[in-house]
């Protein structure tokens, strides 16, 4: 349903008059399931929640009631014997109201991908080596209110002493292209290899004011993966990841946490990362996955930094209608040098981050589906402005076409 890792978000008028209209045009769709157009995927999911901290603040809370919603269409059509193109266009948000409605973020990606055969018979689990050749790219519109955390408002500085609201200081557009090969050989076991490129732009800069950097960034990741099957029931994988964020303008800082002109900022990122995934018949699942992460700051290493993550799910059939999935995730992060607010007398950063959720979801049909999703989010960071409880919880409808 709606995943709180990377929450997206689209467009409110999507939200309120469009999806309505796709709701019914997809139910009427579902009547005439047999005549569905071949390689096409619609969804759509529309919920209604409360957040009992919308603005995520330590000291105070602000609850809020929020519609969170995700629309996706997909189109795959193969190409010959050995090749498949597909095209994706999504759009997802929450979007909050009444006075915390600045809270939420708005979303729009348009994705595209082309996959190619080399090797092989296209079966899975055969005998013969097999080989795959992908290439993708993505456009993506991020629209996200900048709020103070401390405050709970709108973020403002001073501009020749006149109050500048930066309300508009995330909203980004995204470009991304990458490719992967994949080999399944011997049997049972992927061994792939992923490079991704990505542009950010952030819409607005503003650059005729002091202290307010450019964030503008370009990411290069690659990554390396292999996957092998013990029999049905396990699942084995192990990740390493090794990427590249260069901001264009954003100064340096150097070991006193003070900003270096002139010199812009880089961040080296290594990470290492297990899964193993076991099922237990048709009715259960669990996973537990975990990670370790370094980030180097090429300049002095004033950003450099560790942390480790685990993350451990179960999802089971409570009924052939009855879906349950229980999930925890937790990361610690610590900083050799960086301290709290750029202060050399204040402690090193050491964060800490929970998250537990639970989602249920009951099957009315093939095409629709129910379900109920809450979460509770505890960060603890050393600079206490930036530390907040949060719980989050929504009900929603999903179909599909």
Do not use: C
């Amino acid at each position: 349903m709606f995943r709180r890792k990377s929450i997206r978000h689209g467009h409110a008028t999507i939200a309120v008059v469009a999806l309505p209209a796709l709701t019914l045009f997809m139910t009427a769709a579902d009547a005439r399931a047999q005549s569905r157009v071949p390689g096409l995927d619609l969804r759509a999911n529309l919920g209604l929640g409360h957040d009992t901290n919308s603005f995520r603040e330590a000291t105070t809370a602000d609850p809020g009631t929020f519609f969170p919603y995700d629309i996706l269409a997909r189109y795959e059509t193969p190409l010959g014997q050995k090749s498949t193109w597909s095209l994706g266009v999504k759009a997802s948000g929450e979007e909050y109201v009444g006075e915390v409605s600045d809270g939420g973020e708005r979303n729009f990606d348009l994705g595209t991908e082309w996959s190619h055969r080399l090797l092989g018979d296209g079966r899975r689990h055969s005998d013969r080596p097999t080989l795959r050749v992908a290439a993708h790219g993505a456009f993506e519109i991020n629209r996200r209110k900048y709020i103070s955390r401390a405050d709970g408002e709108e973020y403002t500085v001073d501009f020749q002493g006149v109050p500048m609201p930066l309300g508009d200081r995330y909203n980004s557009r995204d470009l991304q292209t990458g490719t992967e090969i994949a080999l399944e050989w011997p049997r049972d076991t992927e061994w792939s290899v992923l490079y991704d490129l990505r542009h950010r732009n952030y819409d607005e800069d503003y650059t005729d004011i002091t202290d307010v950097d450019r964030l503008d960034n370009r990411r290069s990741k690659a990554e390396f993966r292999v996957t092998r099957d013990l029999g049905r029931p396990l699942r084995l994988r192990a990740e390493y990841s090794y990427e590249i964020t260069d901001y264009y303008d954003r100064p340096v800082r150097d070991l006193q946490g003070d900003q270096v002109q002139g010199v812009a900022q880089s961040f080296y990122r290594n990470s290492w990362s297990g899964q193993v995934r076991w099922r237990a018949g048709r009715s259960m699942h669990a996973s537990l996955e975990a990670g370790w992460a370094v980030r180097r700051d090429p300049y002095q290493g004033y950003y450099d930094s560790q942390e480790w993550s685990i993350e451990p799910q179960l999802q089971f059939d409570a009924t052939p209608r009855l879906e349950i999935q229980i999930g925890y995730g937790y990361v610690h992060r610590t900083y050799e040098r960086a301290r709290v607010a750029f202060d050399a007398l204040q402690p090193l950063r050491d964060d800490r981050e929970h998250e537990l959720s639970m989602e249920t979801s009951y099957q009315l049909n093939p095409q629709s589906a129910v379900f109920f999703v809450v979460e509770h989010d505890a960060v603890d960071e050393m600079n206490p402005l930036y530390s907040y409880d949060r719980t989050r919880s929504w009900a929603g409808y999903q179909l599909r076409y």
